[in-house]
């Protein structure tokens, strides 16, 4: 079993749904990561998180420590949103040069 | 500011042959690490440096190595190539220590035939 779970793997929304992904992980972190992942390859991170709730623009991310669990949310979404968008957590003890993955959801939104 | 960059982009190798991958971090970073990512998976970490030095290494064999020069850029080293070592190649660079995020690289994405 992998220590980062992501659901799901695919995703397909049409323009301005609200789209949810989740990410469970089974160590102990001291930051949560959530990434974005274009055909072309480059990661872009979206967030860093460690407690509560973070939002930028139409992206909303939230965690809970005590149920070692996270959400990423987008509203209105939109074609460019589509991309892959992957978890990552620094694990106790760890620094962020030092990330365990998640596989990755494969968005896809439709106009 | 430039970002985190790789080189090269694309890469062609035999199976047997050795390749070097580069990376410079963002002006100020002093720590880089790599990580490999197979098509359809999540990156996997295989080295991080910091000062020159090794801070961290992931479960790969020992034809992978890396070093970190003075001006904290990076190379990782990959001999005798094996047709499961293509994969993206990411660097990305980091203050080391401290809660703030990592910068990622477009990658090299490298095809061993």
């Known amino acids: 079993k992998n220590e980062v779970e992501q659901s799901p793997q695919n995703l397909t929304a049409q323009e301005g749904e609200f789209i949810t992904i989740n990410c469970s992980y089974s160590?102990?972190?001291?930051?949560l990561h959530w990434l974005q992942q274009h055909p072309g390859g480059g990661i872009v991170s979206l967030f860093m998180?460690?407690?509560g709730k973070k939002k930028h623009g139409r992206l909303i991310a939230t965690i809970n420590i005590q149920e070692k669990h996270s959400s990423l949310h987008i509203t209105a979404s939109h074609p460019r949103d589509s991309a892959v968008y992957i978890c990552?957590?620094?694990?106790?003890?760890?620094?962020?040069?030092?990330?365990?993955f998640g596989k990755g959801t494969k968005l896809s939104v439709k106009p | 500011d430039a970002g985190v960059t790789q080189s090269p982009t694309h890469l062609i190798k035999t199976r047997g042959q050795h390749v070097t991958l580069r990376c410079s971090p963002i002006?100020?970073?002093?720590?880089v690490s790599w990580y490999q990512q197979v098509l359809g998976q999540g990156p996997q970490f295989i080295f991080q440096?910091?000062?020159?030095?090794?801070?961290g290494r992931g479960n790969f064999p020992d034809r992978f190595s890396a070093r970190q020069f003075p001006n904290y850029s990076s190379e990782l080293n990959v001999n005798a190539l094996l047709l499961g070592d293509s994969a993206l190649y990411l660097c990305?660079?980091?203050?080391?220590?401290?809660?703030?995020?990592?910068?990622f690289g477009q990658g090299t994405r490298l095809t061993v035939v």
């Open positions: 990305a660079s980091t203050f080391y220590g401290g809660n703030t995020e990592a910068f």
């Open positions: 160590v102990g972190i001291s930051a």
């Open positions: 998180l460690s407690s």
């Open positions: 990552a957590v620094t694990p106790l003890g760890g620094s962020q040069g030092n990330l365990i």
């Open positions: 002006s100020g970073h002093k720590s």
């Open positions: 440096y910091y000062e020159k030095e090794e801070r």
